[in-house]
Protein backbone atom coordinates (compact mmCIF):
# COMPACT_ATOMS: atom_id res chain seq x y z
CA UNK A 1 0.00 0.00 0.00
CA UNK A 2 0.72 3.63 -0.74
CA UNK A 3 1.88 6.16 1.76
CA UNK A 4 -0.99 8.51 2.77
CA UNK A 5 0.34 11.17 4.94
CA UNK A 6 2.99 12.80 1.89
CA UNK A 7 2.20 16.41 1.39
CA UNK A 8 0.46 17.88 -1.06
CA UNK A 9 1.88 20.32 -3.93
CA UNK A 10 0.88 23.42 -2.14
CA UNK A 11 2.50 22.49 1.28
CA UNK A 12 5.76 21.30 -1.09
CA UNK A 13 6.30 24.45 -2.76
CA UNK A 14 5.20 26.56 0.26
CA UNK A 15 7.73 24.76 2.43
CA UNK A 16 10.27 25.43 -0.17
CA UNK A 17 10.05 29.22 0.11
CA UNK A 18 10.04 29.01 3.89
CA UNK A 19 13.42 26.68 3.57
CA UNK A 20 14.97 29.78 0.97
CA UNK A 21 13.89 31.29 3.45
CA UNK A 22 16.11 30.35 6.07
CA UNK A 23 18.88 31.77 3.71
CA UNK A 24 18.63 34.86 4.54
CA UNK A 25 20.86 36.70 6.65
CA UNK A 26 18.52 39.39 7.63
CA UNK A 27 18.26 39.48 11.21
CA UNK A 28 14.65 40.41 11.61
CA UNK A 29 12.57 39.00 8.71
CA UNK A 30 13.74 36.35 6.32
CA UNK A 31 11.34 35.74 3.56
CA UNK A 32 11.19 33.16 0.63
CA UNK A 33 10.10 32.65 -2.80
CA UNK A 34 9.14 29.94 -5.05
CA UNK A 35 8.12 30.21 -8.60
CA UNK A 36 6.38 26.96 -10.50
CA UNK A 37 5.00 26.69 -13.59
CA UNK A 38 1.93 24.50 -14.31
CA UNK A 39 3.37 21.20 -14.16
CA UNK A 40 4.60 21.88 -11.12
CA UNK A 41 8.04 21.81 -11.60
CA UNK A 42 9.95 24.49 -9.95
CA UNK A 43 11.55 27.18 -11.70
CA UNK A 44 12.67 29.70 -9.59
CA UNK A 45 13.20 30.58 -5.84
CA UNK A 46 14.85 33.26 -4.05
CA UNK A 47 15.05 34.91 -0.14
CA UNK A 48 15.62 38.45 0.80
CA UNK A 49 19.08 39.61 0.79
CA UNK A 50 21.68 42.16 -0.98
CA UNK A 51 22.70 42.06 -4.44
CA UNK A 52 25.61 39.65 -5.95
CA UNK A 53 29.05 41.20 -4.97
CA UNK A 54 27.07 43.22 -2.38
CA UNK A 55 28.76 41.62 0.80
CA UNK A 56 26.43 41.22 4.25
CA UNK A 57 29.25 42.74 6.15
CA UNK A 58 29.83 45.61 4.29
CA UNK A 59 26.20 47.06 4.48
CA UNK A 60 23.45 47.91 7.12
CA UNK A 61 20.90 45.75 8.82
CA UNK A 62 19.49 48.08 10.64
CA UNK A 63 16.09 49.49 10.15
CA UNK A 64 16.04 52.72 11.02
CA UNK A 65 18.40 55.43 10.80
CA UNK A 66 19.63 57.50 7.59
CA UNK A 67 21.85 54.34 6.05
CA UNK A 68 19.43 50.98 6.47
CA UNK A 69 18.82 47.90 4.69
CA UNK A 70 15.77 48.85 2.75
CA UNK A 71 18.26 50.86 0.69
CA UNK A 72 19.84 47.28 -0.49
CA UNK A 73 17.59 44.43 0.22
CA UNK A 74 16.06 42.50 -2.80
CA UNK A 75 12.96 41.45 -1.75
CA UNK A 76 12.38 37.05 -2.32
CA UNK A 77 10.12 37.70 -4.60
CA UNK A 78 11.77 39.59 -6.86
CA UNK A 79 14.88 37.71 -6.34
CA UNK A 80 13.10 34.87 -7.61
CA UNK A 81 11.66 36.64 -10.59
CA UNK A 82 15.35 37.57 -11.85
CA UNK A 83 17.07 33.81 -10.53
CA UNK A 84 14.78 32.74 -13.52
CA UNK A 85 17.14 34.22 -15.56
CA UNK A 86 14.78 35.02 -18.84
CA UNK A 87 12.43 31.66 -17.98
CA UNK A 88 9.31 32.13 -19.47
CA UNK A 89 7.22 33.29 -16.27
CA UNK A 90 3.46 33.49 -17.76
CA UNK A 91 1.22 31.54 -16.33
CA UNK A 92 3.38 30.60 -12.88
CA UNK A 93 2.47 30.48 -9.73
CA UNK A 94 4.60 32.60 -6.80
CA UNK A 95 4.74 31.25 -3.03
CA UNK A 96 5.81 33.59 -0.57
CA UNK A 97 5.27 33.31 2.95
CA UNK A 98 4.99 37.56 3.55
CA UNK A 99 2.47 38.93 1.02
CA UNK A 100 4.74 40.99 -1.89
CA UNK A 101 5.09 44.79 -1.84
CA UNK A 102 4.10 47.60 -4.09
CA UNK A 103 7.69 47.06 -5.66
CA UNK A 104 7.63 43.49 -5.78
CA UNK A 105 3.52 43.41 -7.43
CA UNK A 106 4.79 45.43 -10.57
CA UNK A 107 7.65 42.75 -11.16
CA UNK A 108 5.28 40.08 -10.68
CA UNK A 109 2.83 41.78 -13.29
CA UNK A 110 5.37 42.41 -16.01
CA UNK A 111 6.99 38.60 -15.27
CA UNK A 112 3.07 37.31 -16.15
CA UNK A 113 2.97 35.22 -12.90
CA UNK A 114 -0.51 34.56 -12.41
CA UNK A 115 -1.26 33.37 -9.03
CA UNK A 116 0.74 34.37 -5.37
CA UNK A 117 -0.22 31.88 -2.63
CA UNK A 118 0.99 33.79 0.50
CA UNK A 119 0.90 32.35 4.05
CA UNK A 120 0.89 36.09 6.12
CA UNK A 121 -0.06 39.72 5.60
CA UNK A 122 1.75 40.92 8.20
CA UNK A 123 1.80 44.59 6.75
CA UNK A 124 -2.31 44.61 4.94
CA UNK A 125 -2.81 48.46 6.03
CA UNK A 126 0.28 50.19 5.00
CA UNK A 127 0.11 52.45 1.86
CA UNK A 128 2.55 49.47 0.15
CA UNK A 129 0.50 46.73 0.59
CA UNK A 130 -2.63 48.59 -0.30
CA UNK A 131 -1.15 49.96 -3.58
CA UNK A 132 0.08 46.40 -4.08
CA UNK A 133 -3.26 44.50 -3.82
CA UNK A 134 -4.63 47.53 -6.17
CA UNK A 135 -2.25 46.63 -8.30
CA UNK A 136 -2.60 42.87 -8.68
CA UNK A 137 -6.15 42.58 -8.67
CA UNK A 138 -6.52 45.32 -11.43
CA UNK A 139 -3.63 42.64 -13.34
CA UNK A 140 -5.83 39.76 -12.53
CA UNK A 141 -3.26 38.40 -10.49
CA UNK A 142 -5.66 35.19 -8.37
CA UNK A 143 -4.21 36.25 -4.55
CA UNK A 144 -4.75 32.83 -2.37
CA UNK A 145 -4.02 32.12 1.07
CA UNK A 146 -2.11 29.15 2.48
CA UNK A 147 -4.47 26.88 3.81
CA UNK A 148 -3.19 23.50 5.66
CA UNK A 149 -4.07 21.07 8.18
CA UNK A 150 -0.80 20.64 9.10
CA UNK A 151 1.52 23.18 11.52
CA UNK A 152 4.95 21.91 10.63
CA UNK A 153 6.68 20.01 8.38
CA UNK A 154 10.15 18.47 9.45
CA UNK A 155 12.98 17.97 7.56
CA UNK A 156 15.12 15.30 9.36
CA UNK A 157 18.91 15.11 8.29
CA UNK A 158 18.91 11.61 9.77
CA UNK A 159 17.15 8.49 9.44
Known sequence: ?????????????????????????????????????SNNIILSTGYNGFPYGCSDDDYPWEREGDDTKYNYVVHAELNAILNARGKDLKGAKLYVDLFPCNECAKAIIQSGIAEIVYLYDKYADTPATVASKKMLQSAGVKLTVFKTGKKEITLDFER
Open 1 to 37: MKRMDYINWDEYFMGVALLAAKRSKDPNTQVGACIVD
